[in-house]
């Protein structure tokens, strides 16, 4: 499976922005932290560009919401949301922002991670709470026949900390960060091709403000 896909007028919009300042990184903000599947698809995008504009420096925000209003008050120059993110559409109706560009991008395989020495059974899912962010929580309902107690945190990541912590002892989560976290799938799901949006600064606004 590719792992990323952008459209040639994708790729040109964005190549367009990166251009107009090369003089530093560009700002790349996205969900942390580290192990997520948005900083995956971000280090993927920064990699389709190296060596034709400036690169990026990605910055991991805690929260969607706090990339938002990096973005917004010009912390950031660019912030990619996974569609998944249920409240995308605050990026797209906030006034001072834009779709720069729109790609596909498979994230890491997610599965079901616990701890080395933790003795998991099927059953426990029935009776032990499960940690996740709230996107995946569908694949529950698709793979176990039985509803499954969760509860939810802001990323995969973080998730998959706090069961490498003690805090749970089943996350879905993925390969990456069970990796990061020395956790062991105990039930894989796959790669979920998802679309992204990478916003930026109304261009507008921008020239504005240089005006």
Partial sequence: ??????????HRALLARLSADSSRPAKLGTLGPEGTSSEYIAEQLSRCFDGNARSFHIVLEETYEECLDGLAAGRLDL???????????????????????????????YGLATRHDF???????????????????????????????????TSTSKAAGHVAEGSYN??????????????KFVYRFERIPMTWTVFSKRKDLNELASA
């Fill in 1 to 10: 499976m590719e792992i990323l896909q952008i459209p040639g007028a994708e």
């Fill in 79 to 109: 912030v990619l949301v996974a569609h998944a993110y249920a409240n995308i559409n605050a990026f797209y109706m906030n006034p001072r922002l834009e779709p720069a560009a729109v790609l596909r991008g498979s994230t890491p395989e």
């Fill in 119 to 153: 003795d998991y059974d099927e059953e426990m899912l029935f009776t032990d709470t499960v940690v996740t962010h709230p996107a995946p929580v569908p694949l529950l309902g698709y793979h176990f026949d039985r509803p499954v107690k969760h509860e939810t945190v």
């Fill in 170 to 183: 089943i996350a879905i989560t993925n390969e990456q960060a069970a990796q990061q976290h020395n956790l």
